[in-house]
């Protein structure tokens, strides 16, 4: 009866031995799953930061600004912490590519404009997230 005993203590230890390594194996990937979820949302977050700084350039340019600009201007918005680079698309004015109520297209001409953003998100900010918008103006040439 005694080595009955024994053999039922070693059938236990190794039940336990598989059941602890399964138990490792599903702790091992809920960390993985977690850390995955982790980095989309600091992709999310990135990409709101990014819209947000955009929008918040295009407020701030103004009529004047956009008239007058002839080189790339890079913009750094220490708030969101994004990058921007503002390029005049087209040298002088170009004709619009949307004109309701313009009747003669030599008196309303457009210039334009490329905003690029650029956020960094992840472990030392290894992740790379780029947003480029259009801007078009229409300008009121007289003649």
Do not use: W, Y
Not at 10 to 29: P, S, Y
Not at 87 to 110: F, H, M, Q, W, Y
Not at 116 to 133: H, K, N, T, W, Y
């Amino acid at each position: 009866m005694r080595k009955q005993q024994g053999i039922v203590l070693f059938l236990a230890l190794i039940v336990l031995l598989i059941l602890t390594m399964i138990g490792v194996g599903l702790a091992m990937n809920s960390s993985q799953s977690l850390r995955m979820a982790g980095a989309g949302n600091e992709r999310v977050s990135a990409m709101a930061a990014a819209q947000g700084a955009q929008a918040k350039v295009l407020n701030d340019l103004t009529s004047e600004m956009l008239a007058l600009m002839t080189v790339e201007t890079e913009v750094v918005d220490s708030d969101f912490k994004v990058n921007h680079k503002v390029t005049p698309i087209s040298e002088g004015d170009v004709s619009c590519k949307r004109t309701e109520a313009a009747n003669n297209a030599s008196l309303i001409r457009c210039r334009r404009i490329e905003i690029s953003s650029e956020a960094s998100f992840g472990r030392d900010d290894m992740g790379r997230l780029q947003i480029v918008v259009g801007v078009e103006q229409e300008v009121f040439t007289g003649g």
